[in-house]
């Protein structure tokens, strides 16, 4: 009942962004709660998109997204003065496939009969803004049966006011399983928990892994998985030897060797720290955690902890958890402070 009611009162939140009916129609979901126009909105900010496709003539297959920012949301070092920054040397524009999956539409239920004979189908995109200045360009593309498809994008600015800075900070939340998904979506493992440490770049496990391997190139972004083992969360590196179960070598052949040091810094300790000096010295004299002699996971976190890293390119940075809340529905808190 609840997703007959949606689809009926689809057609007055779309009323404002419908395009003339074609093989494929795609539009985006309109309120004030959920992302559907070019805005400017906070770095690392929480958004939600939902987007509505239908299939006039044939049955929807496909559906692709994919996220273009500009510049790259690799965090670079601005000359000083600033006066001298030519914007040529940003990061180069990275496009990334956030999603590309073959989907199911919803043609009829037991209460419901859909009026377009290839079927409905609605999508809600959780995700996070870049963490750095920039713009990103997120485009959504629905394809049919026959390869029609329709398309449909918008435009994010991030203006963040200490871009400038030798070291690059965000704050994140992360919930390794989240609230349950909408009843009408059929894509499941949602949980943004593949952590960028550099970008600050949260994805879900459907922007890693699928079945035709078009988005393995993003397995190469993952520095550490937040993950959830006898009722704690950790974080560990893809190639900590916990995740060989999760994530088998053959569709994760190439795994990322993120090193993670305890520390005994406090959290005033943590807000001083603003030098890769700071962050390298905090690392070299940090100590393995018991539970992963291998260094590569943190073991179960605890509020207040400070945590040390090193990625695979040798940059290094720190991680204070803020808050971590335990249970069915578990969120970790926490701040990024890594060298540029």
Not at 197 to 223: C, R
Not at 291 to 305: E, F, M, V, W
Request: charged letters at 20%.
């Amino acid at each position: 009942m609840r997703f007959r009611l949606l689809l009926l009162l689809l057609p007055v939140l779309l009323g404002a962004c419908s395009k003339t009916n074609g093989p494929v129609r795609l539009d985006f979901v309109g309120n004030t709660t959920l992302t559907s126009s070019n805005r400017t909105v906070s770095a690392n900010d929480t958004l939600s998109t939902r987007a509505y496709a239908v299939g006039n003539d044939n049955a929807l297959r496909r559906l692709r997204i994919s996220v273009t920012y500009e510049p790259g949301p690799e965090p670079f070092l601005y000359p000083l003065p600033l006066s001298g920054f030519d914007p040529s040397d940003a990061p180069a524009a990275q496009t990334i496939v956030y999603l590309d999956s073959l989907i199911t539409p919803i043609q009829s239920t037991s209460t419901y009969t859909s009026p377009f004979r290839g079927g409905e189908y609605l999508f809600e995109n959780r995700f996070s803004a870049r963490s750095t200045s920039g713009t990103e360009v997120w485009q959504y593309t629905v394809t049919d049966a026959t390869g029609e498809s329709a398309s449909r994008a918008f435009r994010l600015t991030v203006r963040k006011p200490d871009s400038a800075a030798v070291f690059h900070n965000y704050n994140l939340v992360v919930r390794p399983r989240p609230r349950t998904a909408l009843a009408f979506d059929t894509l499941r493992e949602r949980a943004r928990v593949f952590l960028n440490l550099s970008y600050g770049l949260l994805l879900p496990k459907y922007a890693v892994l699928n079945n035709e391997a078009t988005v393995q190139p993003n397995q190469q972004l993952v520095d550490v998985i937040a993950t959830v083992r006898n009722g704690s969360i950790t974080l560990e590196a893809p190639a900590h030897a916990g995740q060989l179960p999760l994530l088998p070598v053959a569709k994760w052949p190439i795994r990322r060797r993120t090193e993670l040091r305890r520390t005994n810094l406090s959290s005033v300790e943590f807000n001083a720290a603003a030098t890769t000096a700071a962050f390298t010295t905090a690392f070299t004299n940090g100590e393995l955690f018991t539970a992963a002699p291998d260094g590569l996971s943190t073991g179960a976190l605890a509020k207040d902890q400070v945590i040390a890293f090193r990625t695979t390119e040798g940059k290094t940075g720190l991680l204070l958890v803020s808050d971590v809340v335990l249970g069915t529905a578990p969120v970790l808190t926490c701040v990024v402070r890594v060298q540029k």
